[in-house]
C-alpha cells in the first residue's frame, strides 16, 4: 500500500495564477482531509470531505476549493494564488470513527 | 479561536534527559487526544493517543499524561535520543467538533 499520496511535491506559481494539488489514498478511507501547514502556526484545516460526494469548509478555506472526485481522490484548487497562500499543504484521511488520520509526504507551494 | 495551546515551541533536551511538552484544551467535550510526530520534510504520524477515561498511557519511551480536572494533558519522552528530534504535534476532538483541533507544535532537538 502507498497510503496517501500527493503531486506535485514542490511547485512555485507566480501571483494569480492557478493550480491544482492532487491526493490520493489506496486505504480504503471515507474521509479526506486539506491541512496547511505554517512556521509556529501548527496544522490548519482547510477543507474536508466526510465521504465521497460531500465536502466542508474547516478553519482557514478562503482562496481554496476543493472536489472529492471519487473515494479515493481529493484535490485542493488554488483559483488565484497569492503570497499568503505560500505554505505547505498536507492531505490526510481516515476512516470515521477510528480518529486515527494518516498523511500524506506533502506539497511545499511557494507564490511569488 | 485557539483551542488547544501547546508549549514549549521548541525544547533542546541532552541524549539520555526526559522531553516533557505541555498541551491544555478549553473543550470540554474533547474525548480524544492524539500526539503526532513529524520528521522533516516528512508528514505527521500519529504517535500515541489517551481519552479521558485514563489518566496515563505508555507505549515503550513515550507516555501521555491526562490531567481532566486540569484540562491539560503532556507528552514524556524517556531516554531521548538524537533519532527523537521531530515536531511533535498534539491535538484533540470531540463533541460537536468532529475534526481534529491541532496545536502549534513543538520542535525537539536531542542533542547527542
Known amino acids: 500500500n502507498a497510503g496517501v499520496t500527493q503531486t506535485p511535491k514542490f511547485q512555485v506559481l507566480k501571483t494569480g495564477q492557478s493550480m491544482t494539488l492532487q491526493c490520493a489514498q489506496d486505504m480504503n478511507h471515507n474521509s479526506m482531509y486539506w491541512y496547511r501547514q505554517d512556521p509556529g502556526m501548527g496544522l490548519r484545516l482547510i477543507y474536508y470531505s466526510a465521504s465521497e460526494g460531500t465536502t466542508d469548509k474547516g478553519e482557514v478555506p478562503n482562496g481554496y476549493n476543493v472536489s472529492r472526485l471519487n473515494k479515493r481522490e481529493f484535490s485542493l484548487r488554488l483559483e488565484s494564488a497569492a503570497p499568503s497562500q505560500t505554505s505547505v499543504y498536507f492531505c490526510?484521511?481516515?476512516?470515521?470513527?477510528?480518529?486515527?488520520?494518516?498523511f500524506g509526504p506533502g506539497t511545499r507551494l511557494l507564490v511569488l | 479561536q485557539q483551542q488547544v495551546k501547546q508549549s514549549p515551541q521548541s525544547l533542546i533536551v541532552q541524549k539520555g534527559g526526559i522531553s516533557i511538552i505541555n498541551c491544555a484544551y478549553e473543550?470540554?467535550?474533547?474525548?480524544?487526544f492524539p500526539w503526532y510526530q513529524q520528521f522533516p520534510g516528512k508528514g505527521p504520524a500519529l504517535l500515541i493517543a489517551?481519552?479521558?477515561?485514563?489518566s496515563e498511557k505508555k507505549e515503550g519511551r513515550f507516555t501521555i499524561s491526562f490531567n481532566k480536572s486540569a484540562k491539560q494533558f503532556s507528552l514524556h519522552i524517556m531516554d531521548s535520543q538524537p533519532g527523537d528530534s521531530a515536531t511533535y504535534f498534539c491535538a484533540a476532538s470531540g463533541g460537536s467538533q468532529g475534526n481534529l483541533i491541532f496545536g502549534k507544535g513543538t520542535k525537539l532537538s536531542v542533542k547527542p
Open positions: 473543550n470540554t467535550a474533547f474525548d480524544y
Open positions: 490526510a484521511s481516515d476512516w470515521t470513527g477510528e480518529e486515527t488520520q494518516y
Open positions: 489517551i481519552r479521558p477515561d485514563v
